[in-house]
């Protein structure tokens, strides 16, 4: 059978790690050196390859010599095959089947969904542990072989492939522990739940940017479909109810939730957003990527009591009883407007006339003899001003600098300033 055209892994490999565009340097993390062996290539001397390989945006369409991967990969690792133009699974298994220490395979972004994966391919994936396939539209069919052939397979990125549906395998994949499926169109639950029965061993489920538009489970239920979920994002999802964010107490082992950019929190506060879902969701120790601290807990349980105090019972979440049961009733908290005041009313005493009137502290003396001018009779340039604080033990204060602002002499209503003429 002839072999597809186009640049091949081989042909690829040998370029971009050629001593001109890869030079080896000794030392730790810079290169592993592949030494000859009788049955190795001409060219293996001149290569040094490091155990993770970036071979992404290459146009690779097809593997190249086996002889050759087998002679120069014994030792990769990791293998990032993204954005090429692989579309045939015989091609990539061709690849991985030489690489036997193979653990993280990336296939993003390549036309995978072009061919069919028979199992006697999928075989050849068998040690990799981190499988990536965004992007490469590849259907459930080829998941589900994918899962029967990997036994030792803990992470799965399954994003950008236009899924509506999920196909639920026959087999549970006991080994996966985190599964990426973002950017799909999964709206309705009775989607997600087949991920918890294919996965009963799944630690971190990341949903965002789907439409998932509610929770729709008896507790018990979710309870045993994800025994074991320690993280959820449902990020950019469509929950519109508190009652999907309270569903989340339902698995047992819930640590992080992320919940940004859904419906529901929209009408809130980014303050309000924050206490109330940290009340609602009592044993999340992070949302949102920060940490819930014992006081941030304490202080939106009680923010949430004083939150509902005043809704009608009906409407009246049952946390809120649990928290009564926890602090008690609370009362709400004074109002205080810590703002600077920024004008007071003043008696202005001149000879024997006393007025009362109203300025602004944010201008200077200055200001305030220009708004005294009229009143007073007396050009700014005669007059002499003192402020009189009458809890003050010491008597008058004379406003000598003209550029000092009003503020800063803490004058408060009732206070009081006179007014002399210098040539008195």
């Keep these: ?27 730790p993390g810079m290169g592993v050196h592949v030494p000859a062996t009788p049955q190795g290539s001409p060219m293996k001397d001149r290569l040094n390859l490091p155990s993770v390989l970036v ?26 095959l993204s954005d090429n133009k692989l579309e045939d699974w015989h091609e990539v298994s061709k690849i ?25 391919c999928a075989g050849s994936f068998s040690g990799v542990r981190k499988l990536v396939l965004n992007n490469s539209k590849a259907s459930w069919e080829t998941v589900h072989t994918i899962l ?62 789907n439409h998932l538009n509610a929770i729709e489970e008896p507790d018990d239920s979710l309870a045993r479909l994800f025994p074991n979920l320690r993280s959820i994002s449902l990020h950019k999802s469509g929950l519109q109810s508190w009652e999907d964010i309270d569903k989340l107490n339902s698995f047992p082992k819930l640590e992080e939730v992320r919940l940004l950019g859904i419906p ?3 009408p809130y506060t980014t303050e309000e957003r924050r206490k109330l879902v940290v009340a609602r969701l009592p044993s ?6 920060s940490v819930v601290t014992d006081g941030e807990r304490e202080d939106s349980e009680r923010f949430f009591i004083r939150y509902y105090v005043d809704v009608p019972k009906e409407e009246v979440p049952f946390r809120y009883h649990e928290l009564i049961t926890k602090y008690g009733r609370l ?43 009229t009143l007073v009779q007396l050009s700014t340039s005669n007059m002499r001003l003192y402020y009189f604080d009458q809890e003050a033990p010491f008597g008058p204060e004379e406003m000598k600098y003209s550029s000092r602002a009003l503020h800063s002499f803490g004058i408060r209503d009732g206070d009081k300033i006179y007014v002399e003429s210098k040539t008195k």
């Excluded at 690829?12 to 030079?23: G, I």
């Excluded at 029967?148 to 990125?157: A, T």
């Excluded at 399954?158 to 799909?184: G, P």
């Design 1 to 27: 059978m002839d072999q597809p055209s186009g640049r091949s892994f081989m042909q690829v490999l040998c370029e971009k790690y050629s001593p001109e565009n890869f030079p080896y340097r000794r030392g």
């Design 55 to 80: 071979l992404n945006s290459c146009g690779i369409t097809c593997a190249g010599d086996e002889r050759e991967i087998a002679a120069f990969c014994a030792h990769v690792s990791e293998l990032d």
């Design 96 to 120: 991985v089947s030489n690489v036997p220490q193979l653990e993280f395979l990336n296939l993003s972004s390549n036309p995978l969904n072009l061919s069919v994966l028979e199992r006697t």
């Design 148 to 209: 029967q052939e990997l036994p030792d397979l803990e992470e799965l990125f399954l994003c950008l492939n236009d899924y509506d549906t999920v196909s639920c395998s026959s087999i549970c994949c006991h080994s996966l522990k985190l599964l990426h499926i973002t950017d799909n169109n999964l709206q309705d639950w009775t989607e997600i739940r087949k991920l918890g029965v294919m996965f009963p061993s799944l630690d971190t489920l990341v949903l965002a940017n």
């Design 264 to 266: 529901l929190l929209q």
């Design 284 to 289: 999340v120790s992070k949302l949102n990527g």
């Design 331 to 373: 009362e709400p908290l004074a109002e205080v407007d810590l703002r600077p005041q920024s004008s007071v009313k003043v008696e202005v005493h001149f000879n024997d006339q006393v007025e009362e009137m109203s300025i602004r502290l944010d201008q200077t003396v200055a200001e305030l003899k220009k708004q005294l001018k």
